[in-house]
C-alpha cells in the first residue's frame, strides 16, 4: 500500500521550466524597450528580482511592492526614471507566454494523476501561473490550484498551508508529499507542517542550509521509486 495519496507540486522549476520561460520574457521586453545590453540587465534583474522575492518569504514586503517596484529599482540602478508598473505589465504578457514543460513532467503525471491526487501549490501569480497551466496542457492533470495571490498567503508561511489542508478533500499530513525545487519555500513550509518533502534538485546543488527535505531527486521520474 502506497504511503502516499496527495501529492503538492510547485510549479516553476518543479513542474514548468520557468528559468528559462523567465529568460525568454525578459529578452522580448528589453527588446520591445530597445536596450542595448539585453544579457546585462537581464542578469541584473534577475539579482534584484530574487532578493525582492527572498524578501517576500520572509515577510519583509509585500507582493504588490515586488511586482510593482523591481522594473523602478532595476532601472534606477541606470539612472532612468521608469513607469515600473507599466513595465511589469508589458513583462507579464511576455511571460504569460512561456509554458516549457520540465523534462518528465508530461510523463509524471500521466503515471500519477489516476492514481493520486495531484494539487498545485505556488507563489507566482494567479493569471500567469494558470495561464501557463492550460497553455502548456498541463492543467488537467490536477484537482486543484492553491496560488498565494488568490490565498493571501505565500509559502513557506503555516497560513498558506493551513488553506491547503482545509480545502484538499480528506486531507491527512502523513499521506501527503510536497515536491519542489525551493528548500526556502516548499520544503521548510512542507517540514513545518509537519508533511514529508521532496526537494527537486536538477542541478545536484549543495544544500548549504539547515533544510532537510525527507528525499532528493535529480530526476522528476525519480519520485515513482519515492512513491513505490
Same mark, same amino acid.
Given at each position: 500500500?502506497? /504511503?502516499?495519496?496527495?501529492?503538492?507540486?510547485?510549479?516553476?522549476?518543479?513542474? +514548468?521550466?520557468?528559468?528559462?520561460?523567465?529568460?525568454?520574457?525578459?529578452?522580448?521586453?528589453? *527588446?520591445?524597450?530597445?536596450?542595448?545590453?539585453?544579457?546585462?540587465? $537581464?542578469? @541584473?534583474?534577475?539579482?534584484?528580482?530574487?532578493?525582492?522575492?527572498?524578501?517576500?518569504?520572509?515577510?519583509?514586503?509585500?507582493?504588490?511592492?515586488?511586482?510593482?517596484?523591481?522594473?523602478? $529599482?532595476?532601472?534606477?540602478?541606470?539612472? =532612468? +526614471?521608469?513607469?515600473? =508598473?507599466? &513595465?511589469?505589465?508589458?513583462? %507579464?504578457?511576455? !511571460?504569460?507566454?512561456?509554458?516549457?514543460? $520540465?523534462?518528465?513532467?508530461? @510523463?509524471?503525471?500521466?503515471?500519477?494523476?489516476?492514481?493520486? #491526487?495531484?494539487?498545485? &501549490?505556488?507563489?507566482?501569480? #494567479?493569471?500567469?501561473?494558470? =495561464? %501557463?497551466?492550460?497553455? #502548456?496542457? !498541463?492543467?488537467?492533470?490536477?484537482?486543484? !490550484?492553491?496560488? #498565494?495571490?488568490?490565498?493571501?498567503?505565500? /509559502?513557506?508561511?503555516?497560513?498558506?498551508?493551513?488553506?491547503?489542508?482545509? %480545502?484538499?478533500?480528506?486531507?491527512?499530513?502523513?499521506? *501527503?508529499?510536497?515536491?519542489?525545487?525551493? !528548500? *526556502?519555500?516548499?520544503?521548510?513550509?512542507?517540514?513545518?507542517?509537519?508533511?514529508?518533502?521532496?526537494?527537486?534538485?536538477?542541478?545536484? /546543488?549543495?544544500?548549504? *542550509?539547515? $533544510?532537510?527535505?525527507?528525499?532528493?531527486?535529480?530526476?522528476?521520474?525519480? +519520485? &515513482?521509486? &519515492?512513491?513505490?
Amino acid at each position: 500500500m502506497n /504511503k502516499y495519496n496527495t501529492l503538492l507540486f510547485d510549479v516553476d522549476d518543479t513542474i +514548468l521550466d520557468f528559468k528559462k520561460g523567465e529568460h525568454q520574457a525578459l529578452n522580448d521586453l528589453f *527588446t520591445e524597450l530597445q536596450i542595448n545590453d539585453i544579457e546585462k540587465i $537581464i542578469n @541584473d534583474f534577475k539579482f534584484i528580482n530574487s532578493g525582492l522575492w527572498k524578501d517576500l518569504e520572509n515577510g519583509l514586503v509585500t507582493r504588490d511592492y515586488v511586482l510593482n517596484e523591481r522594473f523602478t $529599482i532595476l532601472f534606477k540602478k541606470y539612472n =532612468k +526614471l521608469v513607469d515600473g =508598473k507599466e &513595465i511589469e505589465k508589458r513583462y %507579464r504578457y511576455h !511571460l504569460n507566454m512561456q509554458h516549457e514543460p $520540465i523534462p518528465g513532467a508530461y @510523463d509524471l503525471l500521466e503515471s500519477l494523476y489516476k492514481k493520486y #491526487s495531484l494539487y498545485i &501549490i505556488t507563489n507566482g501569480v #494567479s493569471e500567469t501561473q494558470r =495561464k %501557463r497551466l492550460s497553455d #502548456s496542457k !498541463l492543467y488537467k492533470y490536477f484537482d486543484g !490550484l492553491f496560488i #498565494s495571490e488568490e490565498i493571501g498567503f505565500e /509559502k513557506p508561511s503555516k497560513e498558506f498551508f493551513n488553506a491547503v489542508a482545509t %480545502r484538499v478533500q480528506d486531507f491527512n499530513i502523513e499521506s *501527503t508529499l510536497v515536491i519542489g525545487d525551493s !528548500l *526556502t519555500a516548499d520544503i521548510l513550509g512542507g517540514a513545518n507542517y509537519n508533511m514529508d518533502t521532496c526537494w527537486f534538485n536538477p542541478q545536484m /546543488k549543495k544544500n548549504t *542550509t539547515k $533544510i532537510e527535505p525527507t528525499y532528493e531527486i535529480y530526476n522528476l521520474m525519480d +519520485l &515513482i521509486n &519515492i512513491l513505490k
